[in-house]
């Protein structure tokens, strides 16, 4: 996985008021800008998928001074987050699912992995897609199943991908054309 | 017997009190033409030393206060005009122009993070670093001059003493006196709480509300909820943002 030492914490995060919300709107609109922002660097450098509201990680607690941010400013940020079209709630309220890259961005992303390795026409699991040997080094490598599933189907709506039931064990495939 | 007062005699006295007059009036005349003479020596040996220090007086931040100083004391304000000599012998008019957007940029781009209240030493740098390595050294001095050329354009740009520290404000709205105490009583800790205030000051909590609120609302000042003794912290950007102790880990409770 991805070193944990070479993410720099912006300056915020040791600024103990940031971790309350603010009671004035200006102010506190700007203190949900900085963490979405944060959040979105956060969670592409260490390639996390799904932020759990309940989940104390560095990233909601900086235990150097002592201050996390409670669960209501939790929701606000994330909230923010969603409608900003950079996250999904996956339950609501709960778990949140980050697109550092918006699903478009994600479909184009496929594409070009799908062309580069020549990879048109042919069938295949979205678990191979995710896990398999052709992804490897490849952002597309590891990605959430469910990020994966929206670029396809986004992709479907162009025309240029068709999702299916596999026969055998009934895995969701994937053909991609040019 | 005595004599009376002839035409003659006053018309003699007359004639001397003119010839006394006119003397005075040559000395005089000739004090303010000596002291005018001085004067335009000094400005000269000035301007001929501000010419043989061309490059300290650009580089060398401290030299450059100096000078300052000394053309002060002379009469000479270096800054006054662009078009003059010193301009086009120093280039300091530009330097301090220069330094005047940049601080105006400094103030503008952080506003939205301490509502347009920022210490003077967190000005500096900025300004540091938005000059990069190459560019002549600023010093406070400096800072302080190119704030003076803002204020002359009428930008409400003030610089405002809150204990030891010095902070610009770039935003039009006055800080009242009440403000400034809770400002002052912040500068070491760079937060405060309403008990600290109630207990050291003397103040009730209505007026303590009411200074906060006002503070909250300019976007001066940030509450805290999280602190280990469960009491609301009120926090200053202005006075920590930067150099706050917060930026250091370990020292906060």
């Known amino acids: 996985m991805s070193s944990q030492n070479d993410f720099t914490f912006p300056f915020f995060y040791s600024y103990p008021p940031y971790f309350t919300l603010q009671p004035v709107k200006d102010t506190r609109d700007k203190q949900i800008a900085l963490w979405k922002e944060l959040i979105l660097r956060y969670c592409r450098h260490h390639k996390v998928f799904v932020l759990d509201i309940a989940d104390d990680s560095e990233l909601f607690a900086n235990s150097t001074i002592k201050r996390r941010l409670d669960t209501d400013a939790r929701i606000s940020i994330l909230e923010d987050v969603v409608s900003s079209g950079s996250g999904l709630w996956l339950r609501e309220k709960q778990r949140c699912l980050i697109l550092w890259h918006n699903i478009p961005k994600w479909a184009e992303i496929l594409c070009d992995w799908v062309k580069n390795n020549a990879l048109y026409d042919e069938p295949m699991t979205l678990e191979e897609i995710v896990n398999g040997i052709e992804s490897q080094g490849t952002e597309i490598h590891g990605v959430h199943m469910e990020i994966l599933l929206r670029a396809v189907q986004h992709l479907e709506k162009l025309g240029r991908a068709r999702l299916f039931q596999g026969t055998l064990d009934g895995a969701e495939g994937v053909k991609f054309f040019p | ?253």
């Open chain 2, 1 to 253: 017997m005595r004599r009376r007062p002839g035409l003659q005699g006053l018309q003699q006295r007359a004639v001397e009190k003119d010839r006394k007059s006119a003397l005075g009036e040559d000395v005089a005349r000739n004090q303010v033409e000596r002291v005018k003479e001085q004067l335009s020596t000094f400005r000269s040996a000035l301007e001929e030393f501000a010419l043989k220090h061309r490059n300290d007086i650009k580089q060398n931040p401290v030299f450059r206060a100096q000078f300052h100083q000394m053309c002060a004391s002379l009469g000479v304000d270096p800054l006054a005009s662009n078009k003059g000599l010193w301009a086009e012998l120093l280039g300091i008019g530009d330097f301090y122009y220069e330094l005047a957007v940049q601080i105006a940029e400094a103030c503008l781009t952080t506003r939205e993070l301490n509502g347009g209240l920022m210490d003077i030493r967190d000005v500096l740098s900025a300004v540091q670093r938005r000059r990069g390595g190459i560019a002549e050294r600023v010093s406070k001095d400096d800072i302080m001059r190119a704030i003076d050329t803002l204020k002359g354009l009428g930008s409400g740009f003030t610089v405002i003493k809150v204990g030891s520290h010095q902070l610009l404000r770039s935003v039009p709205s006055e800080l009242n006196t009440d403000h400034n105490i809770l400002l002052e009583f912040a500068q070491d800790k760079g937060y405060i709480t309403e008990k600290e205030v109630n207990e050291n000051l003397g103040w009730p909590s209505r007026r303590f509300d009411l200074v906060m609120d006002g503070l909250l609302k300019d976007q001066v000042a940030m509450i805290d909820d999280g602190a280990p003794d469960h009491l609301r912290r009120y926090w200053f950007p202005c006075l920590s943002l930067a150099h706050g102790k917060s930026l250091n880990p370990g020292t906060e409770g």
